[in-house]
Structure formats: C-alpha cells, structure tokens
C-alpha cells in the first residue's frame, strides 16, 4: 500500500504545501501544532477539499483537481480516529464497534477485541470506560470499518501520562500484527519514537524532512525539530531476565543492560536513547557505575544552543545516536569525524516509557 500526497491549500493566512508519500506501517506526521498537520489528514479522508491537489491510495484516485476527481469521505475506505473517542453513548462497546461495520467480511470482532484489550468491555455503555478505554473502543470501530487506511489525529492527546502508557502497547500490536496501514498525527517524540516507521517533519506548512523514523531521529541536521526530546533509536533483541532486576538486550553495537522490562527472551525492542543521557569517551572506562558502554566513531558534528549534537556510528555503523556535551568537552576531546571513541550509557537513563516491543525482522 502507498498513499501519495501532494497538496497546496491557502486559508486565514496560512499556506499549506505537502507533498509526501506513505508507506506500509505508521507513517507520523510530526510537528508542532498549527503546522498543517490536521489539514492534511482532514484532506486525506475527504473531509477538505484542497484548492490544488492530487492523492492516491493503492493507486486509486481519490483527489484530482486537475481532473475534478473527487470520492466522498464513505467511499474512500478509510478509518478516522480523533483526538476524542466521539462514541455514541446510547450504544453498547459492542454496539459502538460494530456501528462503521460495512457488510460480510473484514475483521472479526472477537479477533479486534483481544488485540485491542477491550473483551470484558463490551457490554458497558461508554460513560462506564476510562479515557484509554472509549479510545481503544474507537480505534476498534474505526478497524472494523475494514479501511485501507487508517487516520489517528493525536490519539493520545487527551490522555493523561498513565493512559498513554496503558494505549501505547495496544497501538504497537496494531502495527506489527493486523499490516493495516496508518498515518498518525503527533507533537510527541517518545509517541513517534516508539510507533513511526516512517517520519514526515510538518513546520510552518512545509515538509522539511522525510525518511525512516531511525534515520531521520539520529541525523543531528534535524535534531532542532526534538527539541529537550533529541534522541536516536536502537533496536535489539532481549536474551535475559537478570535476577538482579535488570532485562538484557543483544544489539549490532553490543549487549545492553535495561530497567526490567516486561518481554520474554527473543522479543524485539525499540530503544529511544536521549541524546542528554549519553557520554562519550576516548578510551574505555574502567570502574564506574554504568553498565553500557558501545564502540562508536563519530559521523557528525552540528552546533546547537545547548552546546554540540554528536553523531555517533555504533559497531558496523549500521546503527546511529546522538549525544549532545557542550562546546568544552568537544574541544577538550578533539572531537572529528571518524574519530574512534566509546559511548557511555547508563542503564537507569533507558527508562520504560522509551521502550518499544515490535515484531522480530523475519531472518533470510
């Protein structure tokens, strides 16, 4: 599946002009609000009509305006998630998922209940379900409309720290086991950190960036679009869980110690490192507390308000992080490309909320 997009839309002063593609996965545009994000999922599912524009899904035309082509939202064949449940509270969970469905087939509704978690729900009335509840409930209805395509406009915007936490899981199981693809709106780096595949950077109406989420969260040209949350993803597979409290991971750069987390040996996981939590060292450090400490050369260089972004080549360069130190200590360790140093991670920086579970890569 590939959605295209390419739009141009004027309104109140602003000016949108987006052009983009989505692939298989969650593809997340991100930005800060009033960046044009919502437009252009309004567009997408028909609920806006660009001034100039074209979008196809599966190669299906559902925008032209060259050749006035125009498919209504109910004929596009895709689900919409806002940042409010919007259910119907007259109806059942049960009655609440099935209202989109569209005829035989498509999902089963026992099958979206398990996976969503919602299965002892689905006789209460929505006032009776927590904030994460009606949201799973609503991601549920939209599924079982049986989409090409998914919408979720800022799903967990409304919820508190402790719901985000309870949904984030849920969403992960969504993008590894139903391949449904999504395109997920979001202000939230550990959010787009721990779900995106791929990334789209939304500023001022503009997409300034565009890749793979690993790619594009490890490149210190873009890191002023993180702000405080600069950072680079790691991915491992967990081997043990150690007595001692701790969850051990094996990743192309060497093995790493966690907080215990709750996944079985041989899970995959997405590690969000933050660039603030990582030191760096010309020679290995012998006798002190953190337990991770990875061979790496440095990529990249880039000045930034705080001081100076670092890229950091882990192992066979396969993989990248970034460590942000001030402008002294670059100078101090005559910090240059290609420069072989070491990377210094403690494992209590490598907290829960930045972990991530996602299907393992099917070996060749």
């Known amino acids: 599946m590939t959605l295209s997009v390419c739009l141009r839309h004027s309104f109140g002063g602003f000016a949108l002009d987006a052009t983009f593609e989505a692939r298989p996965g969650i593809t997340a545009l991100f930005g800060r609000s009033g960046s044009g994000k919502t437009t252009i999922v309004n567009a997408v599912a028909g609920l806006l009509r660009p001034q100039t524009g074209r979008i196809t899904l599966e190669g ?6 060259g050749a006035r082509v125009f498919v209504p939202p109910h004929r596009r064949r895709i689900g919409y998630v806002f940042q409010d449940a919007r259910l119907f509270p007259h109806l059942s969970v049960r009655g609440n998922l099935l209202y989109g469905r569209r005829g035989e087939g498509g999902p ?14 689905l006789d209460r009335r929505p006032g009776a379900l927590s904030g994460g509840e009606r949201q799973r409930v609503a991601i549920g209805r939209a599924i079982l409309s049986n989409p ?17 936490s309870e949904i984030l899981p849920y969403l992960e199981r969504l993008r590894d086991e139903t391949g449904l693809p999504m395109l997920y709106v ?31 969260l490890a490149d210190p040209g873009v890191a002023a679009a993180w702000g ?9 597979r967990v081997t043990e869980q150690a007595a001692d409290g701790l ?8 093995p790493l110690w966690l907080p215990q987390i709750d996944a079985a040996p041989g899970a995959m996981l997405r590690l969000h490192v933050h660039a603030q939590d990582v030191m760096i060292a010309l020679q290995r450090p012998e006798a002190i507390s953190a337990l991770n400490i990875l061979p790496a050369r440095v990529a990249a260089l880039r000045p930034d308000r705080d001081g100076v972004l670092v890229g950091l080549a882990l192992g066979t360069g396969s993989e990248q992080i970034i460590a942000r130190i001030t402008r002294r200590s670059a100078d101090r360790l005559a910090l240059a490309p290609g420069v ?17 579970v996602q299907a393992p890569v099917p070996r060749p």
């Open 186 to 216: 979001s202000h939230s780096v550990p959010e787009v950190a721990r779900l995106a595949t791929t990334l789209v950077l939304i500023e001022a109406g503009r997409i300034t960036a565009s890749g793979a989420t690993a790619a594009l």
């Open 228 to 236: 405080q949350d600069t950072g680079a993803l790691i991915t491992g």
């Open 148 to 164: 090409a395509l998914l919408l979720l406009d800022e799903p967990l915007a409304a919820l508190d720290e402790a719901r985000k």
């Open 60 to 65: 299906r035309t559902l925008l032209d305006t």
């Open 340 to 356: 072989a140093v070491h990377a210094v991670l403690k494992a209590v920086t490598l907290a829960r909320e930045g972990v991530g």
């Open 108 to 121: 089963d509704l026992q099958h979206i209940a398990a996976l969503l978690g919602i299965e002892a729900l």
């Open 247 to 254: 969850t051990g991971v094996a990743t192309a750069a060497g």
